[in-house]
């Protein structure tokens, strides 16, 4: 290959390789999003309607917990 065809080669693969990262994380994130949504769901599906319910992260990407506040 010569010197004209290997850059626009290497800028497709960058891209490429770019946008196949993104997708990964965007598709991780929503898995996890729809994932804290079951479980806020059940947590107040479980609680009865008089007590106070704290929804708890610890990072960004842990799922969440729930636990009841007297």
């Known amino acids: 290959m010569n010197k004209f065809k290997l850059k ?6 960058g ?5 196949t990262i993104g997708s990964v994380i965007l598709f991780k994130l929503n898995k996890n999003h729809q994932a804290n949504e079951r479980i806020i769901d059940k ?14 992260k610890d990072s960004f990407w842990s799922a969440v917990s729930c636990e009841k506040q007297p």
């Open 8 to 13: 626009p080669f290497v800028a497709i693969l």
């Open 15 to 19: 891209c490429v390789i770019i946008l």
């Open 43 to 56: 947590c107040f599906e479980n609680f009865d309607e008089q007590a106070k319910v704290v929804v708890v």
